[in-house]
């Protein structure tokens, strides 16, 4: 069974240029988050989606970073413009159901450095 | 704020010998912990999860504690092997009615010395 899958492994821009992620899931699992680890440090929650609905972006910084999941299984993260300190992991992960208390599921990740 | 944390950054053992993680949670009202690894350009990889109605849980070679006393919790893994080589990271879920929000602390690096 395939896993979660994401691209590019590794993007490098310059500043102010836009960038996009994309994350394929894990078949049949509704949920799908969008995590950012920085160097050192665990990951950290950007958005969670509900199938196409997202259901917490509390942690999205909505003036340069959007999100969609229009079908309700693939997903973008789109970052634009973007800055130095978006230089991190950007890791997307999927689990069953989201209603709390089970393991996520993660890809590898693409590294973003922002010149 | 409540935050997961860890006491080492970084965890040196002998190939073979047995490895202990920590990690201290400050929420009560978590309910739900995990314990990820994480190898260099790699995701984070399940290893263990535990609820908090149990205060131990064992896997291959992996335990896990929760003492919900003094919000702790533990990794063991017996007989360390190079390729435990990785970050560690523990995480905990508030709870069910929050949704499946996973909180994760900052990482042990575990080095294994062959």
């Known amino acids: 069974e395939a896993g979660v899958v994401q691209s590019p492994r590794y993007k490098i821009i310059e500043k102010k240029q836009p960038v996009a992620f994309w994350c394929n899931p894990i078949s049949g699992h509704n949920t799908l988050y969008w995590y950012r680890q920085n160097l050192g440090q665990g990951p950290e929650l950007l958005i969670r989606?509900?199938?196409?609905?997202?259901?917490?972006d509390s942690q999205l910084p909505k003036d340069r970073f959007s999100a969609e999941r229009l079908k309700g299984v693939d997903s973008t993260l789109k970052i634009q413009p973007a800055e130095l300190g978006d230089s991190a992991v950007y890791l997307c992960?999927?689990?069953?159901?989201?209603?709390?208390?089970?393991?996520?599921?993660f890809g590898s990740g693409t590294q973003l450095s922002v010149l | 704020g409540e935050s997961v944390g860890l006491h080492l950054p970084t965890l040196s053992v002998q190939e073979g010998d047995n490895s202990i993680i920590n990690c201290a949670y400050s929420n009560s009202a978590s309910d739900y912990f995990i314990w990820y690894k994480q190898e260099s350009g790699k995701g984070p990889q399940f290893i263990i999860d535990?609820?908090?109605?149990?205060d131990k849980r064992q896997g291959q070679r992996v335990t896990v504690l929760l003492n919900k006393t003094v919000k702790h919790l533990s990794l063991q893994i017996a007989a360390t092997q190079p390729g435990d080589s990785a970050v560690y990271f523990c995480?905990?879920?508030?709870?069910?009615?929050?949704?499946?929000?996973?909180?994760f602390g900052g990482g042990t690096r575990l080095m294994v010395k062959p």
């Open positions: 995480a905990e879920n508030i709870g069910d009615n929050a949704g499946n929000m996973l909180t």
């Open positions: 992960a999927s689990s069953s159901h989201g209603t709390g208390n089970e393991k996520l599921f």
């Open positions: 989606y509900e199938n196409e609905e997202a259901v917490d």
């Open positions: 535990i609820r908090s109605n149990m």
